[in-house]
């Protein structure tokens, strides 16, 4: 990498990146353990007859923000699924251009959702989880605006590489993947 790589905005952005997803795998971490914990205590609790009455719903909420938190730390590691191959064939300069094409697509679909979440959010203020009353269906339903943001935020990251890059990344044969191995 260039002098300017290292030191300059483009490593600025490297590191806000690896710390940004650091702090994402603290959060996906810590669903994955109150997700296991809390399942493995219905069971045990089933087991001795005695079942929670909130265990599966919790668990389908704790599953669904795993979701969507876990798609924000792929978004950070470029690790979501994509088929390169056509893209890689193109000449650099389209390719460069295809791929800020598809990233404000991007951007613009996670803002999109991220905005009806705001929006329907407020609505659901008043609808509650089944079994548990007093958690209103708003909270649960956050994760959909704040998850539409963490990725416009990775995205984004990734936007601003592909408009700085001014030539094509060395590379050492055979096709780069998404987290930029070979």
């Not at 999109?112 to 708003?138: C, F, K, N, Q, R």
């Not at 050492?172 to 930029?180: I, K, S």
Request: charged share 15%.
């Amino acid at each position: 990498m260039s002098e300017k790589g290292e030191h300059g905005n483009g490593g600025a952005m490297k590191r806000f990146r690896e710390r940004y997803g650091r702090l994402l795998e603290w959060v996906v971490v810590a669903l994955m353990v109150v997700l296991a914990v809390e399942v493995t205590l219905g069971v045990i609790f089933r087991f001795i007859g005695s079942s929670l009455i909130w265990y599966v719903e919790v668990a389908s909420v704790l599953l669904a923000w795993l979701t969507f938190y876990g798609s924000a730390l792929a978004s950070v590691k470029r690790a979501h699924i994509g088929c390169p191959e056509l893209v890689e064939r193109m000449p650099w300069r389209a390719r460069r251009a295809v791929n800020i094409g598809a990233q404000l697509l991007v951007i613009a679909f996670f803002a999109l959702l991220g905005g009806v979440g705001v929006w329907i959010t407020p609505i659901l203020a008043t609808d509650t989880l089944v079994s548990l009353p007093w958690i209103p269906m708003s909270v649960v339903q956050s994760v959909i605006p704040i998850a539409a943001a963490l990725i416009i935020v990775a995205e984004f990251t990734h936007l601003v590489e592909l408009i700085a890059a001014k030539r094509p990344p060395p590379q050492a044969g055979g096709v780069a993947l998404a987290n930029g191995t070979q």
